[in-house]
């Protein structure tokens, strides 16, 4: 404890002596209108008021770890190897961390800042940095308008909806890697989750477990051939689940017998060929399934007996001869074109 307190008051040095070198070059190198002097001083001021304050929480609490990042306007650079951005304000940028940030991690920061989002990095291996720096794009994006962006409150950081897309090489994604946001946002805060992901091989294991209220999940253009049998063992909330253009061609009985509060299960453009009698067991609350463009050719009599709350059935484009539906007394929409009949 005692050598990452010392860390945090080196780090709060450092970062006051930066500010206040801005300041000076500021001053020096610019002739200042007096609107401008003032905001830049009141800005400084703001900077070295909100690192005093936590420097004597720093000093009291040797279990407390803040961590500084000056980033300075690029007109303006204090030290030549400093990072910099252009931003709105004459100064720059504040940046509070719970934790030492690592050198590279801080690059693709400031290149963040700078850019307003975040290529993948197809060249990567560590798809846990990548999803890492996709948060943080989202993250700083509700902050972005703030001289002070302080990320160290991570209990109270909030990204309601959390949204990952690629078109190229995906690296491998291991066990674990969603951990990663508990580094910068309160994960049980988040109601949305959407991975475009090509080649995806499987609904990542303990996402639920992460994620503990999400209420949508959607993963699009993965390799998701099979949904196994308790792929959702976890307590979840989830209300929508979404798995297009997955290649999926097996669910097998039970895959979904935990999720008790799903009301739309969302299949379309896989390769499924059965909906056995079993296939909606534990989904009694479903109001809508879509199945569109799939390789459907066989529904079980009893198939439906389950989701009797159904409103909305879309099974276009499949390959339908018989299908019976006298159980579903509440079925409002019915899309059943491009059959066999």
């Not at 066989?298 to 409103?311: A, G, K, M, R």
Request: aromatic share 8%; with cysteine.
């Amino acid at each position: 404890m005692k050598f990452d307190r010392e860390m945090s008051i080196e780090n709060i040095s450092n970062v006051k002596c930066q500010i206040n070198l801005q300041s000076e070059l500021i001053i020096r190198q610019r002739k200042l209108s007096d609107t401008e002097h003032d905001s830049l001083i009141s800005i400084k001021d703001l900077f070295l008021a909100k690192i005093n304050q936590i420097e004597n929480l720093v000093l009291k609490n040797e279990s407390l770890k803040k961590f500084f990042v000056f980033v300075p306007n690029k007109s303006h650079i204090v030290f030549k190897y400093n990072k910099c951005c252009e931003f709105d304000n004459l100064f720059g940028k504040l940046i509070i961390f719970n934790h030492m940030p690592e050198k590279n991690f801080i690059k693709k920061f400031i290149s963040i800042l700078n850019n307003g989002d975040y290529q993948i990095d197809y060249d990567s291996d560590d798809f846990r940095e990548n999803f890492k720096c996709v948060i943080l794009v989202s993250l700083l994006q509700l902050k972005k308008n703030k001289s002070i962006i302080d990320l160290s409150e991570v209990h109270s950081n909030e990204i309601k909806h959390i949204e990952m897309e690629n078109r190229g090489y995906l690296p491998k994604i291991r066990d674990g890697d969603f951990e990663v946001v508990r580094d910068l946002i309160n994960p049980e805060l988040t109601k949305s989750f959407s991975l475009s992901l090509r080649f995806i091989p499987r609904i990542p294991k303990n996402i639920l477990t992460i994620f503990t209220n999400l209420s949508e999940l959607s993963i699009l253009e993965g390799k998701i051939e099979k949904i196994p049998r308790g792929s959702f063992a976890e307590k979840n909330h989830l209300t929508s689940l979404t798995l297009n253009n997955c290649t999926l061609h097996s669910i097998e009985l039970d895959a979904f017998i935990n999720l008790k509060y799903l009301e739309k299960l969302n299949l379309n453009s896989n390769n499924l060929k059965r909906l056995n009698k079993k296939f909606f067991t534990g989904l009694e609350h479903l109001k809508e399934f879509s199945a569109n463009q799939n390789k459907i050719c066989t529904i079980d009599e009893d198939t439906f007996d389950s989701v009797q709350h159904l409103v909305k059935l879309e099974l276009n484009n499949n390959n339908i001869d018989e299908i019976k539906l006298d159980k579903l007394a509440n079925l409002e929409y019915l899309d059943l074109r491009d059959n066999n009949y």
